[in-house]
Each structure stands twice: as structure tokens, then as C-alpha cells.
């Protein structure tokens, strides 16, 4: 079965399944690998989450000129060319895993 087969109660599917504990851990365990730092994490989970640069300048009261800056840093380090390839990276492992048959 794959690990969609219960929606209704999510904790009832495959224990690989991101919808059992949902995907922040795997986030930031990747984000400790590719040695991002706390302030780059945080900025990274507001990008994935589709902020744009302008608000999370706001919301972590710097400019955005920082925020681009930090944005550049953590795309090298995940060895990706964007926000679109960032996100993809993890969309990639979400379709992967849970495609797995038990």
C-alpha cells in the first residue's frame, strides 16, 4: 500500500510518511547539513514558505539588501540556483518518500 491510503488520519500511514510528522524536522536536519546557520535557516523556511524578499526583510527587521544577500549564501550551500530549485530540492524527497510501497 502506498502511504496515502488513510488522509483521514494521517498518523495512520507509512512511518517514512511526511504527513505522519510533518516536514519541518527533515527541513532543518538538511538545512544542518548543508551547514546553514540559524539566521540562513530561518530565512530559508521563510522562502520555501513563499515570502518574498521584501517581507521577511520586514518581518526580521533588516533590509532586504541582507535578506538577499543571506538568500545568495544559502542557494550556494545547497548547491541550487534559486528559490525554485530550493524548494524543488524538497519536493523531490517529499514525491520519493512517499511513493515508497510498504
Aim: net charge positive; hydrophobic share 40%; aromatic share 8%.
Amino acid at each position: 500500500m502506498k502511504c496515502f491510503r488513510n488522509l483521514i488520519d494521517p498518523r495512520e500511514s507509512c512511518t517514512n510518511c511526511v504527513f505522519r510528522g510533518g516536514m519541518s524536522g527533515p527541513i532543518q536536519q538538511q538545512f544542518v547539513v548543508w551547514g546553514l546557520s540559524k539566521s540562513e535557516s530561518e530565512i530559508a523556511m521563510l522562502l520555501l514558505k513563499g515570502f518574498a524578499l521584501r517581507e521577511i526583510a520586514k518581518l526580521r527587521t533588516t533590509t532586504e539588501a541582507t535578506v538577499r544577500q543571506q538568500s545568495l549564501q544559502i542557494y550556494q550551500k545547497a548547491h541550487v540556483d534559486g528559490r525554485h530549485q530550493l524548494a524543488g530540492f524538497f519536493i523531490e524527497r517529499l514525491m520519493n518518500i512517499c511513493g515508497e510501497s510498504e
